[in-house]
């Protein structure tokens, strides 16, 4: 049987390895004549490769688990690193997992798909239906066989999943106060908001004072300012989850759009020149969506003076790597 941690409130199960290793990419800060950039490595969480899924699903599945649950659905795109970690996840702790999926089955299996299946993950092609409309259907169904379906929103972000993410900003605290370090700004990708949101209301909890900047990575989250929103309401529920005091506002949540492209998973030069350089100067992976597109952002920034070289700032490498070998093509 696998061992549920409850901690102070919540149920957890221990999928990862922490703390994640935090580092100086000084090749990268020489080469850009920029300020001191550090990472924090999310992608060596190591469960199945890694991600910042691995900190969410500690609390969902541990959720999953207390609650008696026997089955895990979760849904997203043909390459999603959310569904890889949950399929692995699942296999942790001894569930069934079924992953909806966008589109068609492709004709060959690479990336995150290849490890879904390695898993044992149940995958489900939902065609045109990308924001898992036919998840509500399938858990019907799984029911009525006698199961019992835990659903996992997209992104594992919803205030379960966003736990993870403030006990990762109570890792860095301890982390920066350890190797006697300070930041002005925390740079992510930010897509389905929970890794935005956790680490707002950790900074809060634990007093980190950087400025928390996510690139925005999904052109469609952009609409009327609608994803902010989602990211405060999230950040809000958090902290009311916590007894966290203080409400948030939207000019606590930065986000910098900008850098989307030609759309989710689209990769052009932007990608292109940041996967090129962490590879070639620091022997890090980016990832084509999410990592690679935050890091350009950054990179953008540095260069048009946006982010001064006085400053300190950390980029927090979310994941997501395995997708690499699905884009081998593009890049
Ligand atoms: C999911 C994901 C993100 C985005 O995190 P959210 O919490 O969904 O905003 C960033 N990078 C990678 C590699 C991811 O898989």
Redesign the pocket.
Known sequence: MVKIMTGPNFPKLDLGFFPTPLIELKNLSKYLSGPRIFMKRDDMTGLAFG???TRKLEYLVGEALFGGYDTLITGGAEQS??CRQTAAAAAVAGLECHLVLSGEPPDNLTGNLFLDMLCKAQIHWAGDFRKGESIPGIVKKLCFEGKKPYTIPY?G?NVTGVLGFVEAAKELSTQMSQKELSFDRII?????????AGLVAGAELYGLNAEITGVS?DKENLEEGSFVKLILDLANETALRLNISKVFSGNDIILKNGYTGDGYGVVGELEKEAISLLASLEGIFL?P???GRAMGGLIDMIRKNKISEKESVLFWH???TPALFSYAEEL
Do not use: L
């Not at 990708?189 to 929970?194: D, I, P």
């Open positions: 991600g910042n899924k690193n959310h992104g972000s992510f990708a930010s897509s389905s908001g929970g890794t935005h990575i990832d969506v999410y990592t979310t994941g997501g």
